[in-house]
């Protein structure tokens, strides 16, 4: 106990000064205020093709600030201004003055091609035993075969763990605050999700729900000026009201800005976009685009556009995360053959779009008005 009582006297310490009183949800008037300050948002969520997972990205022994850099000219080139990035826990942990500067120098180049990423603090997605080091390589024919969830099972479920996870948000935001460079943070990609590809996770979404309420919490008490939110996934009622899950209503109540995910047909994200139009306030699509699916880029980013959702498509470059891989190929993996079209991705390992058709509409519409959807030519 005694043990118990001084590590938390250590970590308190190591907490940056907050203020008194944690700033407020934003009002619908302050998250429409900045909406306004923004350009029409478009881009990827954002892994540079030499990582497998977030850990591989960003550990100091396989960071790529020279691929970084020239992927992210990639998206300049056809009009993207905004990234979703995946941050990690255990990375604050192991070097939290290293991971600092590489989110810093991440930042530095980004700016300069124009691009605010998103970050994304917690994960519930893919693997819930994540190890620093040394990623494995990725399993032959299988889509996001080495992804990691942030916290994992066994941290999740000791609530001791739950200060050190209060010291990385309050660390990491309270470091990049005021930094203009940042568009925003999403606290927690798809809380709910339950990761069924892997064993032993029973009663893991009350213990995420009760996190996912302390870390906007944590997040507000940092004072950030940017917004914060927790996209919405599953489930088809997301109305005021509605009957969404209680994760939905938790998610929807606390967030600055409404953020959602969907792999649908065009009839459905649109369905979606008007249910969250009640909330009043900015709408960003945050994860979309799965052709296999129906979730289309052709389909989906006009809908978009006309009214004025921010868009940003699971997967950019071809490389270690093997999205281009539909989610089957974890029952069927595609070793014998490709797919008939990717699942995920805009452009190919060595830089030439996969399809310049998809790369032509994103530019046409990221350099039209907002709410302005151009005509074909």
């Not at 192991?94 to 530095?108: E, K, N």
């Not at 996209?231 to 997301?238: L, S």
């Not at 909330?279 to 685009?289: A, D, G, K, Q």
Request: net charge neutral; aromatic share 12%.
């Amino acid at each position: 106990m005694r043990m118990r009582l001084y590590l938390g006297v250590a970590i308190a310490a190591m907490l940056p000064a907050l203020p008194a009183e944690a700033r407020g949800r934003w009002t619908e008037a302050q998250a429409r205020a900045w909406y306004d300050r923004q350009p029409w948002l478009v881009g990827s969520n954002y892994t540079p093709a030499s990582a497998i997972n977030q850990l591989e990205m960003w550990q100091a022994e396989t960071w790529d600030p020279r691929r970084i850099d020239h992927e992210l000219g990639l998206a300049q080139g056809i009009g993207m201004n905004t990234m979703r990035v995946f941050l990690h826990d255990q990375l604050w942990v192991q070097d939290p003055a290293g991971f600092q500067r590489r989110i810093d120098q991440y930042l530095t180049i980004a700016k300069a091609h124009g691009i605010r990423p998103l970050f994304v603090l917690f994960d519930s997605c893919w693997d819930p035993d994540p190890k620093l080091g040394p990623q494995h390589p990725p399993i032959p024919g299988v889509h996001n075969s080495g992804w990691v969830q942030g916290p994992g099972m066994a941290g999740l479920r000791d609530r001791a763990n739950w200060p050190k996870y209060r010291t990385y948000v309050q660390g990491v935001i309270g470091a990049f605050k005021d930094d203009p460079r940042i568009l925003g943070w999403d606290l927690w990609n798809e809380p709910d999700n339950g990761a069924d590809q892997y064993k032993g996770q029973e009663g893991k979404e009350p213990l995420v729900r009760a996190m996912l309420a302390q870390v906007f919490d944590w997040a507000r008490a940092a004072e950030p000026s940017q917004p914060l939110t927790s996209g919405v996934w599953q489930g088809n009622d997301w109305t005021p009201g509605g009957k969404g899950s209680a994760m939905d209503r938790l998610q929807l109540a606390q967030s600055d800005v409404i953020t959602f995910h969907d792999y649908s047909w065009p009839e459905t994200f649109e369905r979606r976009v008007k249910q969250l139009q009640g909330y009043n306030r900015p709408i960003l699509c945050t994860e979309y685009m799965a052709r296999g699916n129906g979730s289309t880029f052709d389909g989906s980013l006009p809908i978009a556009k006309r009214y004025n959702v921010a868009m940003m498509n699971w997967g950019f470059v071809d490389g270690r995360t093997q999205t281009r891989l539909p989610w089957d190929s974890w029952k069927r993996p595609y070793v014998l053959e490709e797919p008939t079209i990717w699942f995920h991705e805009v452009f190919r390992g060595d830089g030439t779009p996969y399809r310049q058709a998809e790369t032509d509409l994103i530019r046409r519409l990221a350099t039209a008005p907002k709410g302005v959807v151009p005509a074909v030519r």
